[in-house]
T-cell receptor, first 118, second 112 residues
Framework: ETGVTQTPRHLVMGMTNKKSLKCEQH?????MYWYKQSAKKPLELMFV???????ENNSVPSRFSPECPNSSHLFLHLHTLQPEDSALYLC?????????????????FGAGTRLSVL | SQQGEEDPQALSIQEGENATMNCSYK?????LQWYRQNSGRGLVHLIL?????REKHSGRLRVTLDTSKKSSSLLITASRAADTASYFC????????????FGKGITLSVRP
């Protein structure tokens, strides 16, 4: 176990549904991340939170809405998704965003949520 | 453009052989990390090498870093079928907040 738990592991939703992905880390980390991983594509960084503040939003469509209520929890709220949004969604955490040659930016990943949009 | 580019994209070897995977990057970095991903799972951190280091070992893993060529290699010695996975390099650019940028990954298949 990596100390990062994602639920649910699998999710099937229609384009009109609203659902949420949950990520919880038990590592005492200050930074959390959402990634999208599609087949045959590089890992796409979606959002970065540091100390519960969003520090990066990589041109992600508004149908994806992140929420970080505290440093241990991260949510990704989904609504009116498209079939091309089907992918593996990964959550990760790190001690902080790093800097210098420190190891504080080593990321610990959850097992992911496999999302299928019908 | 992608910061880290792995090479080759796919590698198939026989159990017991060594596997060498390469990563090239474009900008100055603070550190470079290698991760492994089993199919459909999250990534797992393997090893970190700092910009002032040239080589690092961890068990059967050996990582080298050449900052003049902006490249790194990951060597897995005496491979096992259980090493079958995707391997990613990730670079942390210089700067106060050096978050990681991941490459596209290398698919390694180790035949029993």
């Amino acid at each position: 176990e990596t100390g990062v738990t994602q639920t649910p592991r699998h999710l099937v939703m229609g384009m009109t549904n609203k659902k949420s992905l949950k990520c919880e880390q038990h590592l005492g980390h200050n930074a959390m991340y959402w990634y999208k991983q599609s087949a045959k594509k590089p890992l796409e960084l979606m959002f970065v939170y540091s100390l519960e503040e969003r520090v990066e939003n990589n041109s992600v469509p508004s149908r994806f809405s992140p929420e970080c209520p505290n440093s241990s929890h991260l949510f990704l709220h989904l609504h009116t998704l498209q079939p091309e949004d089907s992918a593996l969604y990964l959550c990760a955490s790190s001690q902080d965003l790093g800097g210098g040659a420190s190891a504080k930016n080593i990321q610990y990943f959850g097992a992911g949520t496999r999302l299928s949009v019908l | 453009s992608q910061q880290g580019e792995e090479d080759p994209q796919a590698l198939s070897i026989q159990e017991g052989e060594n596997a060498t995977m390469n990563c090239s990057y474009k900008t100055s970095i603070n550190n470079l990390q290698w991760y492994r991903q089993n199919s459909g799972r999250g990534l797992v951190h393997l090893i970190l090498i700092r910009s002032n280091e040239r080589e690092k070992h961890s068990g059967r893993l050996r990582v080298t870093l050449d900052t003049s060529k902006k490249s790194s290699s990951l060597l897995i010695t005496a491979s096992r079928a259980a090493d079958t996975a995707s391997y990613f390099c990730a670079t942390a650019r210089t700067g106060a907040n050096s978050k990681l940028t991941f490459g596209k990954g290398i698919t390694l298949s180790v035949r029993p």
